[in-house]
Structures are given as structure tokens and as C-alpha cells.
């Protein structure tokens, strides 16, 4: 593994199932940034808590003072170069659980600083974010009725841009849960070459 911590690419999943696709997809994607040194954040094994507490509100007012598990999340998003969501689709969304970490850690005075006098400053540029979404239904669904454009505007736009990350790849899987395995296995490899890729040409930046 690469010891540089310069390039390190977190790989985030939010799926209850081990055995899912959403796992394997993840682990075909460390295996093909090798030697790129990688971390994973699995949230359902590591029962992260999405809830937007008191806590939670608080630290978003003051811009400080977050809850240790946020802090958590924060110094890993720190030693990452790249950040890749890797998730199934719930209902043309992510799921509340990734909703949530984000929710949680891309929050003000971190993600970005805001405040009237001032105004927005956003805080992450150092890091570029990529989506690789895992969909049941297929391409031309997702194209006929702007489900694609509508999730990559959401978080491409909605957040990464708001939080001045760079914007990645994204590669969706579509027709996950069709019985063709040899269809689920190209979609797969499509996707992983093409968050692989654009990880791998993304240097570090001093």
C-alpha cells in the first residue's frame, strides 16, 4: 500500500448488507487503486448515527465545538485527497444513512464558513468527491425522467460545489438486481474503471 498520506482515497458505503454489490463494487475498487493507499468507511458497520441532534445544531450555529464522532469523520476526510460515495438508490436519492454523515460532517466551520458579515467561504478545496450510485432500474429510465441529473445535482451542485470540493467522476451501475450477472459484472467494471481512473489522475495538490 501507498505510505504516501498525501494520496489517500476514502471509500464511504452505506448499505446493511456485507453481501451486497454496494461491498463488492467498494472492494473491486480498492483492489484497482493499488498501490494508492485507501481507507474505508463503512457506516452501517461502524453504526454510525445519522441523527441530527442537539448537539449537532449547536455546533452548526457556533461553527465549533462538534460531537467526537464528527470529529472522527473529519480527520479522515482530512488525510483524503479523494472522497468516493459509493451507495445503492433509494427511491432516486441516497440513503438516510449517507444523508445523515453528511448532514453531520459537512457542516459549518468545517465543510464551510458562514456568516453574515462575511458571507460563504467554502473550506474543501483540497478534496475532489466522486458518486458511484448502485441503481435497481435502468439507464434509459434514469435519462427519460432526469433521475440522474436530478441526484448528480443534488450532491454534485447541492453540496460539493457549496463546500468547494472538486468535482470527480461519476459512474452509475444501473440494473443491479437483474438476474444477468454477466450485465451486473460489465456495469461494475465500467464503473470502477472510471472512478479508478479519474482517482489515479487527480495529484495530489500542494
Known amino acids: 500500500m501507498n505510505t504516501d498520506d498525501s494520496s489517500v482515497t476514502l471509500l464511504v458505503t452505506a448499505n446493511p448488507d456485507p ?3 454496494t461491498h463488492h463494487v467498494r472492494e473491486r475498487l480498492a483492489s484497482a487503486l493499488h498501490p494508492r493507499a485507501v481507507e474505508v468507511a463503512d457506516l452501517h458497520q461502524e453504526q454510525f448515527d445519522p441523527r441530527f441532534t442537539l448537539a449537532d445544531r449547536h455546533a452548526y450555529r457556533q461553527g465549533g ?3 467526537p464522532d464528527v470529529v472522527h469523520e473529519h480527520r479522515r476526510l482530512e488525510r483524503a485527497t479523494d472522497l468516493v460515495l459509493i451507495f445503492p438508490v433509494y427511491w432516486w436519492s441516497m440513503p438516510a444513512l449517507l444523508k445523515g454523515w453528511i448532514d453531520r460532517v459537512f457542516v459549518n466551520g468545517w465543510a464551510y464558513t458562514y456568516s453574515g458579515a462575511s458571507g ?3 473550506e474543501l478545496q ?3 468527491t466522486h458518486l ?3 441503481a435497481g432500474d435502468d439507464s434509459g429510465s434514469f435519462e427519460r425522467h432526469g433521475y440522474e441529473k ?3 445535482t443534488q450532491i454534485e451542485h447541492g453540496i460539493v460545489d457549496y463546500c468547494g470540493s472538486r468535482r470527480g467522476a ?3 451501475i444501473h440494473e443491479s438486481e ?7 459484472a460489465a456495469g461494475v467494471e465500467r464503473a470502477v474503471r472510471i472512478i479508478s481512473e479519474a482517482v489515479r489522475a487527480d495529484s495530489p495538490r500542494a
Open 120 to 122: 460563504l467561504r467554502p
Open 178 to 184: 437483474q438476474p444477468s450477472p454477466e450485465t451486473t
Open 19 to 21: 453481501q451486497s454489490l
Open 132 to 134: 458511484l450510485p448502485i
Open 65 to 67: 465545538d462538534y460531537p
Open 126 to 128: 483540497r478534496l475532489t
Open 170 to 172: 461519476a459512474a452509475f
Open 150 to 152: 436530478a441526484l448528480r
